[in-house]
C-alpha cells in the first residue's frame, strides 16, 4: 500500500511521455513549454487535444480568486472521499509509515507538503463545500511560497478574503465555507482523478483562464502550444484584415483559406516578425 503510485507505477500511467521526469516519476514539461501556454487560449488549445480524441479534459463553471490571472503549471494530484473508518486506518497507517506525519485531520498537508514550484494542485474532493475545504489561508499561503502557481479544487476552501490576497497563485475552487476540512480520507496522491467531467492526470500541464480549466496531456503540450501559437497569429491577420476592409467574413470565416489570402497571410507574418 501506498499513498501514491510507486514510480513503476507512474511510468506506465504516463508512457507515452518520453521526455525529462520528477524523481517519483512524474512528467516534467519545460518552463519553456509551460510559458508558451501562458498566452494560449481555452478553444485554440481545446481543439488540438479534442482532434487527438481527448475529449474530456475541459472542465468550466468555477469560482476564481483571480479571474484575471492565468494559472499554468504540472498537476499534482489528489483523490478524497467520503471518510470510511476502515479506510482512514490504513492511509493513516501508510503515510505515518512513509514518513508522512498525519492524522484523520489534516491529510489534506500531505498534498500540500509534496509540492514544488511549478505544480498546480489538483483535488477532487467530490463537490463538497461544507467541511470540504481543502485549504484556508494557511495552507494557500504554504501553496503560494512552494510553488508560484495555485489549486484547482474540486471542493470548497475558506478563508477566502486571505487567500485572495496571496499575488502569486490563482485558486479555482466551487464554493466556501468556514467550516474545517473533515469526514473525509486522502485516496491517493498523483493519481488518476475526475474533476468535474475532465479527467486528470500527474504530470498534466494544467492551463486556467477565465473560461475554465483544461488538462493537457504531458506528451500533447508542446504540440499544444506550437499550434496554439500559429492559431493566434492566424486570428491575429483574420482580424486585422477583416478591420481594413480586405476580405469579407464569407472569405475569413471558413476552414481553408483561398490560396491568394493563405499567400497575403505568409508575406503578412515576415513582415511583422
Do not use: C
Not at 116 to 122: L, R
Not at 248 to 254: R, Y
Request: negative net charge; glycine residues 8%.
Amino acid at each position: 500500500m501506498h499513498i501514491q503510485p510507486p514510480s513503476d507505477t507512474m511510468l506506465a500511467l504516463t508512457s507515452e511521455w518520453t521526455g525529462e521526469r520528477f524523481d517519483d516519476g512524474r512528467p516534467r514539461v519545460s518552463d519553456d513549454v509551460l510559458e508558451e501556454l501562458r498566452t494560449a487560449t481555452t478553444e485554440a488549445i481545446w481543439t488540438v487535444l479534442w482532434d487527438e480524441g481527448y475529449e474530456h479534459q475541459f472542465e468550466g463553471g468555477w469560482l476564481i480568486t483571480h479571474p484575471a490571472k492565468r494559472l499554468v503549471g504540472r498537476a499534482v494530484t489528489a483523490q478524497f472521499l467520503p471518510r470510511r473508518p476502515d479506510l482512514d486506518t490504513i492511509m493513516v497507517t501508510t503515510a505515518n509509515d512513509e514518513g508522512r506525519p498525519t492524522r484523520s485531520e489534516n491529510q489534506n498537508w500531505l498534498v500540500v507538503e509534496s509540492l514544488v514550484e511549478g505544480d498546480v494542485m489538483v483535488v477532487d474532493i467530490f463537490g463538497k463545500i461544507y467541511e470540504g475545504t481543502v485549504i484556508g489561508d494557511q495552507l494557500g499561503t504554504a501553496i503560494d511560497s512552494r510553488t508560484k502557481a495555485g489549486a484547482v479544487i474540486h471542493g470548497g476552501i475558506r478563508d477566502l478574503e486571505g487567500i485572495s490576497q496571496l499575488s502569486n497563485i490563482n485558486v479555482y475552487y466551487r464554493g466556501t465555507d468556514p467550516t474545517p476540512i473533515r469526514n473525509v480520507t486522502l485516496a491517493g496522491l498523483n493519481i488518476p482523478v475526475r474533476i468535474g467531467g475532465a479527467t486528470a492526470m500527474p504530470g498534466d500541464v494544467v492551463l486556467g483562464t477565465p473560461s475554465g480549466v483544461l488538462f493537457i496531456p504531458p506528451h500533447l503540450a508542446e504540440r499544444a502550444a506550437r499550434l496554439s501559437a500559429e492559431t493566434k497569429r492566424r486570428d491575429h491577420f483574420a482580424k486585422t484584415r477583416l478591420s481594413e476592409g480586405v476580405y469579407s467574413t464569407s472569405q475569413i470565416d471558413v476552414e481553408i483559406w483561398a490560396e491568394e489570402i493563405e499567400s497575403d497571410y505568409t508575406s503578412w507574418q515576415s513582415a511583422v516578425r
